[in-house]
């Protein structure tokens, strides 16, 4: 690892610091319930109250809990007469809600409580890209870089200040590949102080534990805990995690290095990656288990009767649920006016309006009509900029067998071509923020072909310079993009005029507001 440590950290804190300002700047505005945190806010506070998600006052048509929330009103449960009638039912599991709760626990049911959780795991993942980025390229600057490009999506933006699942999704995604990084180099290190000291061997040693590798396990099965769709990278990060181990046996010239990844490798990379996400899964559901105030808590115990009818039927109970939650996902197909297709997420053809209220006078803005959004999409000088950018990774792999490359391409393929099954075969309901957790790859995508641009350390200076004015005039491209779209991201009050000349496409307003 080149370079000091000390900036090593130092640079990668500064920059999350940056990205933290902005993110908790304003944090409570817009004073509303914004978009879908009119589910997992609610469903939050829930969870502190009660242990399980409980039904709420009005609907989708008349939302008097929100309303109570937005005045300060804290009774927003529905009374039943029977306690079993007020449970909810949720179509996710419940461990971003309960991240969303600590904020709640911590600064109150308002919308800076219940944005705090987003914001605060949207600034750590900057730190956590920076870091793995430098650990990956072996360079603090393309490590600073990375993170200030993801301090600069504008997408990444407005979730860390809305409280949705999805941000939550990223960042436990994001932090298990982190950890598997991580592994990687400690497992080489130790196949190499084995080469050097140890007796001839065809397979090669068994590495004994890997605490790394259970922390992998840990984020991702906490990442299927915030959303079912955290499996897609559960399953790509096991097969490449394999794959390194097994490229690592034959880097250092084992006659058998396959068997050897067969016999010593595989059966704990399984207990990593099956029992460990599985443990943390259930772990995530304690409230449900140790209440009875959730779905379904008791379709299987009205009957049961023995010494382990409350363990065996519980989990049988907790298996139906799953299986209702899982019908309801496979058949979700109602029509919302900003869903999109996932072939054009890339492009940002279709983001989502997450607040836009009408009715503002024009003494808001001194114009003759305003405007105040928040509308939930990338930046685009670095998504169309990732998208380069990831095509240079195909190349790279494919010339090079680069792992940097294979490992963000794997990651991005396991994230987003799933969706079009579901968009094909089911005609699912989708939106462009289910992109949310591979935004962190593609700014690695960009990240390395930046360091390609760059150079070597010992590249010719004209070399060095000529990529620097690159990637130094791209960051500047990114910011100054950001700053445009900004008031759009952040609720800020516009003239109705300021507003559209930020609407970079007529697809990113319908119906255009009146």
């Not at 609610?42 to 939302?63: F, H, I, Q, T, V």
């Not at 949720?90 to 409580?113: D, Q, T």
């Not at 059966?267 to 460990?276: E, H, S």
């Not at 970079?504 to 319908?510: I, N, R």
Request: aromatic fraction near 14%; proline fraction near 6%.
């Amino acid at each position: 690892m080149r370079g000091s440590a000390l900036w090593g950290w130092v640079g990668p804190v500064l920059v999350a610091i940056f990205g933290g300002v902005l993110r908790f700047t304003g944090l409570g505005r817009p004073h509303a319930v914004v978009f879908d945190e009119t589910y997992y806010a609610k469903d939050a506070y829930a969870l502190l109250r009660y242990g399980a998600e409980r039904a709420m006052l009005g609907d989708s048509d008349n939302p008097i809990a929100d309303k109570r929330l937005i005045a300060g009103d804290l009774d927003i449960f529905r009374r039943c007469a029977d306690y079993d009638q007020c449970a909810s039912y949720v179509a996710h599991p419940p461990l971003g809600k309960w991240m969303i709760g600590a904020g709640e626990w911590l600064f109150g049911m308002n919308p800076f409580g219940w944005r705090f959780a987003a914001a605060l795991v949207g600034t750590l993942s900057i730190l956590m890209l920076a870091r793995v980025a430098r650990r990956m390229t072996r360079s603090t600057l393309l490590g600073c870089f990375a993170g200030l490009l993801l301090a600069l999506d504008g997408l990444h933006f407005v979730l860390s200040r809305t409280a949705l699942l999805d941000i939550f999704l990223m960042f436990w995604v994001l932090a298990g590949f982190a950890c598997l990084v991580v592994d990687r180099d400690k497992a080489r290190e130790r196949l190499v102080d084995w080469w050097e000291s140890a007796a001839v061997s065809t397979t090669g040693p068994r590495l004994g534990l890997r605490p790394w590798r259970i922390a992998a396990g840990l984020c991702l099965g906490a990442a299927c805990a915030v959303k079912w769709s955290g499996v897609f990278f559960l399953t790509a990060f096991a097969v490449l995690a394999f794959v390194w181990d097994m490229g690592a046996r034959r880097a250092i010239g084992l006659r058998e290095p396959y068997r050897g990844a067969f016999s010593h490798d595989l059966p704990p990379a399984a207990a990593a990656f099956a029992a460990v996400p599985a443990l943390a899964y259930a772990l995530s559901w304690t409230g449900w288990f140790v209440t009875d105030a959730g779905w379904g808590r008791g379709w299987d115990q009205a009957t049961s009767s023995g010494p382990l009818f409350f363990v065996v039927d519980s989990a049988r109970s907790w298996l139906k649920y799953h299986f209702q939650v899982l019908g309801y996902h496979s058949g979700l197909d109602l029509h919302h006016p900003y869903m999109s297709e996932p072939w054009t997420w890339p492009v940002l053809f279709r983001p989502v309006s997450f607040h836009y209220p009408t009715g503002l006078p024009p003494s808001a803005c001194g114009g003759d009509a305003c405007s105040q959004a928040v509308i939930g999409v990338g930046t685009p000088a670095l998504w169309y900029g990732a998208v380069l950018a990831l095509l240079g990774c195909v190349a790279w792999y494919v010339t090079g067998r680069d792992w940097r490359a294979g490992a963000v391409l794997l990651t991005y393929a396991a994230g987003w071509l799933p969706w079009f099954y579901y968009a094909i075969a089911q005609n699912r309901t989708m939106y462009l923020f289910y992109m949310i957790p591979l935004v962190p790859f593609m700014v690695l995508a960009v990240t390395l072909m930046a360091g390609l641009l760059l150079g070597r350390a010992d590249a010719p200076p004209p070399r060095r310079a000529a990529g620097a004015a690159v990637v130094g005039a791209f960051a500047l491209i990114v910011l100054i993009n950001f700053w445009w779209l900004h008031p759009v991201l952040s609720a800020e009050t516009l003239t109705r005029a300021e507003w559209w000349d930020r609407m970079l496409m007529t697809s990113w307003v319908t119906p255009a507001p009146k």
